[in-house]
């Protein structure tokens, strides 16, 4: 019967992340294309992260309403006691989702 070697446990396969003064020394570190972060962690053992609390990213459009318009939606939001543009948005992603319902 052939000798079977044994293998250690656990090999150590990644590099000591260096200590850094600052989060921009940090940030310079990381962009570097020369550090490559899979020589640092073990990504075979990473884990999916869940960021519960993040909010959308959001972008500002601008959007031209006739004036009768946005009286209208701002007399609704007045009734409602909530900001016209947050109605605007929940109208929107309302009317998005029924709209993707049909489709």
């Known amino acids: 019967m052939p000798k079977q070697t044994k ?3 656990k ?3 990644t590099k000591a992340i260096p ?3 600052s989060e921009a020394a940090e940030r310079k570190f ?3 294309a020369a550090n ?3 020589e640092y962690f073990d990504v075979a053992h990473m884990q999916v992260a869940k960021f519960t609390n993040l909010k959308p990213s959001t972008t500002s459009i601008s ?4 004036d009768s318009l946005l009286d209208g939606i701002r007399r609704q939001a007045n ?7 947050s109605l605007m948005k929940v109208w929107l992603t309302e009317k998005l989702s029924e709209t ?3 489709t």
């Open 100 to 102: 993707s319902k049909r």
């Open 7 to 9: 293998l250690p446990s």
């Open 11 to 13: 090999v150590q396969t």
């Open 19 to 21: 200590k850094f003064k």
């Open 63 to 66: 959007l031209r309403l006739s």
């Open 36 to 38: 490559d972060a899979t």
């Open 79 to 85: 009734k409602l006691d909530v900001p016209y543009q």
């Open 30 to 32: 990381w962009e570097d």
